[in-house]
T-cell receptor, first 114, second 110 residues
Framework: DGGITQSPKYLFRKEGQNVTLSCEQNLNHDAMYWYRQDPGQGLRLIYYSQIVNDFQKGDIAEGYSVSREKKESFPLTVTSAQKNPTAFYLC?????????????FGQGTRLTVV | GEDVEQSLFLSVREGDSSVINCTYTDSSSTYLYWYKQEPGAGLQLLTYIFSNMDMKQDQRLTVLLNKKDKHLSLRIADTQTGDSAIYFCAESIFDYKLSFGAGTTVTVRA
């Protein structure tokens, strides 16, 4: 069954702690993305990666970090520098070609800072 | 989301047609998409249209694109309770990223 898997579904973090969200895909997609969703604001791009060992900042990268050591995996770390990390985080992947930018999404991780 | 705008809410009676509107600003958009999000879940692609097309129909879904006005709409015929969700309009440009609107929450009432 091909797809994109995010874990965990719910995550609680104490203030001042770093936390890592997992995203794995078995679709053989080159491109992977992390979005943040807040009520009434749609999806905002945090980071994206078009190929292994390379990634680019999106619109709201401050306080986040990523790595892309394997094609299948694109973990996101929410650092203590992120001022307002409570949100719904969505990971997506696509073939990354100009003729097909259809993105497939995971089920999301809801992060709550307590 | 600043480049793509949608109204935030739409209420429709079951069996009626729903029309969700979207405007975008980048005239170099290549593809325009409609995604559906059910509560607590990720986004699911409903349909898309290439920027050189005016219309695309897919079963109950009709997409209309007015490139001159940079206006995109999604019509859902015979709206059902299962169509209650948030609908996102998105555009892609040459750098392979998707830019999303804020989403339209559609509520279907009996």
């Amino acid at each position: 069954d091909g797809g994109i898997t995010q874990s965990p579904k719910y995550l609680f973090r104490k203030e001042g702690q770093n936390v890592t969200l997992s995203c794995e895909q078995n679709l053989n997609h080159d491109a992977m993305y992390w979005y943040r969703q807040d009520p009434g604001q749609g999806l905002r791009l945090i980071y994206y990666s078009q190929i292994v060992n390379d990634f680019q900042k999106g619109d709201i990268a401050e306080g986040y970090s990523v790595s892309r050591e394997k094609k299948e995996s694109f973990p996101l770390t929410v650092t203590s520098a992120q001022k307002n990390p409570t949100a719904f985080y969505l990971c997506a992947s696509s073939t990354g070609t100009p003729m097909n930018t259809e993105a497939f999404f995971g089920q999301g991780t809801r992060l709550t800072v307590v | 989301g600043e480049d793509v705008e949608q109204s935030l809410f739409l209420s429709v009676r079951e069996g009626d047609s729903s029309v969700i509107n979207c405007t975008y600003t980048d005239s170099s958009s290549t593809y325009l998409y409609w995604y559906k999000q059910e509560p607590g879940a990720g986004l699911q692609l409903l349909t898309y249209i290439f920027s050189n097309m005016d219309m695309k129909q897919d079963q109950r879904l009709t997409v209309l694109l007015n490139k001159k006005d940079k206006h995109l709409s999604l019509r859902i015929a015979d709206t059902q309770t299962g169509d209650s969700a948030i609908y996102f309009c998105a555009e892609s440009i040459f750098d392979y990223k998707l830019s999303f609107g804020a989403g339209t929450t559609v509520t279907v009432r009996a």
